[in-house]
């Protein structure tokens, strides 16, 4: 995303309007940020982060954390959004990642004449900071995104597992669950598979072949043999807590299932890219040290 024209050098009240380039490669002419609307959990999270909280109207339902976010009216859901939901509140900004949509409802906010600002959501240690960066832009404060996002890279690579480390590595696999509704394997696109190896853990969907997401199956996570199974709590509070979740597909006959072994993060923290990533990567380091790691059938046999 390309800095912004008409941008302040020093933070402060942005020089409006000011034009940015966004994910798409659109040029975007942001007159106001009075009423900003957040089609993101994450990016909510970065546009209060950043100070800005007070100009958000309206956020979707991942939005939980801040607490101020969570409390403010909701226009619906991210994949599920309505153009006349979202006019009723009358935003001059609104932040959006490429999940966002349909299709249609966002050409209908395009055409209603509001600024769509789409943002790069890269699932890599890095994306975080991208993502802090390019909202920060949007609004103005291209100085303050900038030094919370190197602040940020900063602590992401001080809580990351060196690539060289050679002690036992725990097999995950990271779920995501909704009641029957969904009951997935998430790939490589999610953003749990950078969290896990950068916590000195192996996430056994690369193995496996997924790289969006897959139905799980009990064959195949009993070939994978995680050691842990990762996922967010609000989905595991969905099937009934651990019980439930070790009574799905073959779950329960993994040697996760067999210790147990389930760590569950809030969703917006453990399916995001924002703010508290740093912090989440560390904890998951420290949780996974502590998990009970089984030998492979090679380590078995050279023993």
């Given at each position: 995303?390309?800095?912004?024209?008409?941008?302040?050098?020093?933070?402060?009240?942005?020089?409006?309007?000011?034009?940015?380039?966004?994910?798409?490669?659109?040029?975007?002419?942001?007159?106001?940020?009075?009423?900003?609307?957040?089609?993101?959990?994450?990016?909510?999270?970065?546009?209060?982060?950043?100070?800005?909280?007070?100009?958000?109207?309206?956020?979707?339902?991942?939005?939980?954390?801040?607490?101020?976010?969570?409390?403010?009216?909701?226009?619906?859901?991210?994949?599920?959004?309505?153009?006349?939901?979202?006019?009723?509140?009358?935003?001059?900004?609104?932040?959006?990642?490429?999940?966002?949509?349909?299709?249609?409802?966002?050409?209908?906010?395009?055409?209603?004449?509001?600024?769509?600002?789409?943002?790069?959501?890269?699932?890599?240690?890095?994306?975080?900071?991208?993502?802090?960066?390019?909202?920060?832009?949007?609004?103005?404060?291209?100085?303050?995104?900038?030094?919370?996002?190197?602040?940020?890279?900063?602590?992401?690579?001080?809580?990351?597992?060196?690539?060289?480390?050679?002690?036992?590595?725990?097999?995950?696999?990271?779920?995501?669950?909704?009641?029957?509704?969904?009951?997935?394997?998430?790939?490589?696109?999610?953003?749990?598979?950078?969290?896990?190896?950068s916590a000195g853990g192996v996430d056994v969907s690369e193995e496996m072949g997924i790289e969006s997401s897959a139905p799980i199956s009990a064959e195949a996570i009993l070939a994978a043999a995680p050691d842990v199974l990762l996922v967010p709590a609000a989905g595991l509070e969905s099937v009934g807590g651990v019980d439930g979740l070790l009574g799905i597909g073959g779950l329960g006959q993994t040697p996760a299932g067999q210790n147990r072994q389930v760590l569950a993060y809030d969703d917006q923290l453990l399916l995001g890219n924002g703010p508290r990533t740093a912090e989440?990567?560390?904890?998951?380091?420290?949780?996974?040290?502590?998990?009970?790691?089984?030998?492979?059938?090679?380590?078995?046999?050279?023993?």
């Open positions: 995303m390309a800095p912004p024209t008409g941008a302040p050098e020093v933070d402060g009240p942005p020089t409006l309007p000011l034009t940015v380039e966004d994910e798409t490669g659109a040029e975007i002419t942001i007159e106001s940020i009075e009423r900003i609307i957040p089609l993101d959990g994450d990016v909510a999270e970065v546009v209060f982060a950043l100070g800005l909280g007070e100009n958000v109207v309206a956020t979707d339902l991942s939005a939980t954390y801040p607490p101020e976010a969570d409390a403010l009216p909701e226009i619906g859901y991210q994949r599920a959004l309505s153009a006349e939901t979202v006019a009723s509140f009358a935003p001059t900004l609104l932040l959006a990642t490429d999940i966002a949509g349909p299709p249609e409802a966002l050409d209908d906010m395009r055409r209603l004449g509001y600024p769509l600002v789409i943002l790069p959501s890269e699932a890599t240690p890095t994306g975080a900071g991208l993502k802090i960066r390019a909202v920060a832009a949007a609004l103005g404060t291209p100085q303050r995104g900038e030094e919370m996002a190197d602040a940020l890279d900063a602590a992401i690579a001080e809580a990351s597992v060196p690539p060289d480390y050679d002690g036992d590595r725990p097999r995950v696999v990271a779920l995501y669950v909704r009641g029957t509704v969904a009951q997935l394997v998430l790939g490589e696109s999610a953003n749990t598979r950078w969290l896990i190896n989440l990567l560390a904890q998951l380091r420290d949780d996974l040290s502590a998990v009970i790691v089984t030998p492979s059938s090679d380590q078995k046999e050279d023993s």
